[in-house]
C-alpha cells in the first residue's frame, strides 16, 4: 500500500445546548462531521434512535463545510458478518422512519 495523501483529523466530545453528547471529526477549521443528535424529534432523530438501540456501535455524521450542511453523511459500524445481514434486511424492511419531517439545527460558529 502506498500512502498518496494525509490528513490530519481530531475526534472530539461536544455536548449541546439540550445536552446531547455528539462526537465531532474535525478535519480542518471550517470542515467538520458532527454525529445526529438522538435526542431530535426529526426523521433522522428518530432512524437514529432505532439504529443505536438494536446497533450501539453504529455512527452517523454529517458533513459541515464553511457551517452549512452539505447534504453528505458519513456512516458506519463495525460489525460481525451475521450482524450486518441483519442490519440490512431490517433496514429494507421499515420505512416507519419516513414520517418523521427532515429537521435542521441552526449551524453555530464552531
Known sequence: MKTIETKDIKLKKVITKTGAELYVIELSKNHFFI?????????????????????????????????????????????????????????LKSEDYKKYEDVKDEIEDY
Open 35 to 91: 454525529e445526529q443528535n438522538l435526542l431530535k424529534k426529526s426523521k433522522y432523530g428518530e432512524a437514529y434512535r432505532k439504529l443505536k438501540e438494536k446497533y450501539p456501535e453504529f455512527y452517523m455524521f454529517w458533513e459541515i463545510k464553511n457551517n452549512k450542511y452539505t447534504g453528505k453523511l458519513l456512516a458506519g459500524s463495525i460489525l460481525e458478518k451475521k450482524d450486518i445481514d441483519e442490519f440490512i434486511t431490517e433496514i
